[in-house]
């Protein structure tokens, strides 16, 4: 599985636009881009995910550069609920199935 | 909604000691997980399971086994705790092929295991 970068932490206002940046410089054509999110003392949670197209749900919008090297997610109006860590991830689809590597995530907080 | 529940929140486990930790899953997922996060190395992947009876190592098996004897559960056995064990344990569940409004994993709250 390709390996993601992201920034260790980030504060965004509350009401304003939450953009996390995470970049995969090595992914491979057929891997996908998902986001989760886990807030304190729970599980993670799925978000979103998204091969080459943007795609929102009723959580986020997910953007990917044409290069596939790079996505943002983005939290359109935040509030402290979405206080958490975030983490990016890439993976293949094997077989069906999927195995996730999750790193140390973006620990964003939102300010009132 | 799918329910991934483990059944203990908290445990204390004396060193030496047999320790089971269940996960139940009530949506007949395929695949299942177990997962340990400690501060600083994000969730690290132990074991998992695409099937009854199959069970896969993951990156850091070691020190853990696993049993899958029915599709809704999946255990996670330290065979002989040790200090370096305690960590908070996730377990997580997902379809096979996933199909709309029902991709990615499901997690459990977690068991917060301690070895002393």
């Known amino acids: 599985d390709a390996k993601t970068t992201q920034p260790t932490s980030m504060d965004c206002a509350e009401g304003r636009a939450a953009n996390l940046p995470c970049n995969h410089s090595?992914?491979?054509?057929?891997?996908?881009v998902y986001w989760y999110r886990q807030i304190h003392s729970q599980g993670p949670q799925y978000i979103i995910h998204g091969l080459k197209n943007n795609e929102t749900n009723e959580m986020a919008s997910l953007i990917i550069t044409e290069d596939r090297k790079s996505s943002t997610l983005i939290l359109p109006h935040a509030t402290l609920r979405d206080t958490a860590v975030y983490y990016c991830i890439v993976s293949s689809l094997l077989f069906g199935n999927e195995k996730l590597t999750f790193g140390t995530g973006t620990r964003l907080t939102i300010i009132p | 909604d799918v329910k991934v529940t483990q059944s203990s929140r908290y445990l204390v486990k004396r060193t030496g000691e047999k320790v089971f930790l269940e996960c139940v899953q009530d949506m007949d997922h395929e695949n299942m997980f177990w997962y340990r996060q400690d501060p600083g190395l994000g969730l690290r992947l132990i074991y998992f399971s695409y099937d009854v009876k199959m069970k896969e190592k993951g990156d850091i098996p070691e020190g853990y086994s696993v049993s899958r004897e029915k599709k809704e559960r999946f255990s996670l056995i330290l065979e002989s705790a040790s200090t370096n064990q305690t960590s908070m344990y996730l377990c997580?569940?997902?379809?096979?092929?996933?199909?709309?409004?029902?991709?990615?994993?499901?997690f459990g709250s977690g068991t917060r295991l301690t070895v002393v």
């Open positions: 090595t992914i491979s054509g057929n891997e996908y």
């Open positions: 997580a569940s997902s379809l096979s092929v996933p199909q709309i409004g029902t991709y990615g994993y499901t």
